[in-house]
């Protein structure tokens, strides 16, 4: 018999290939795990449609729990209910921070395309709130792009939704 709780350790370790330094379990997109038997299955629900990182995520979870001796697994996208950024975890955010790129801010999701107001975004460098959004997007499609007014650092501000 499988140990589950063996199971979603191991699964809490799985990086995202785009922010190496966040796992699936700090963004919140480890939903669950069944275990039939010999074969796991393990839920996951993308940071939106299309994620090109959930094959990759997919992939890595096959090889983590292959390190356990587990060679039956499936992995399954939740696509209900949708992926949200609330579901980052504390450490997720702190991890986005030191890594330099701006978690969501509270508030901001709550901003409509019509209203044509930039949340204010902390510089995850100097901290200062001085900033601009120079690109809706950056590095990934769930980023937008940043310069601090300070500093003139540029850098990448996790999206809310």
Known sequence: MMD???????????????IPVLTIDDLGILRD???????VTVFITPTYNGCPAMDMISVHI??????????????KLIMHPAWTTDWISDEGRKKLWDYGITPPQQGAAELSLDDFTDPVVPCPRCTSKNTKMVSRFGST??????????????????KCH
């Open 4 to 18: 589950k709780s063996l199971i979603i350790a191991k699964l809490q370790s799985v990086t995202d290939p785009e």
């Open 33 to 39: 795990v069944e275990i039939d038997e010999d074969s």
């Open 62 to 75: 096959k090889a983590a729990l292959q390190e356990l001796g587990i060679n039956n697994v499936e992995v």
């Open 141 to 158: 499609a769930c980023k937008s792009l940043y310069q601090c007014n300070d500093c003139s650092e540029p850098f990448d501000y996790f």
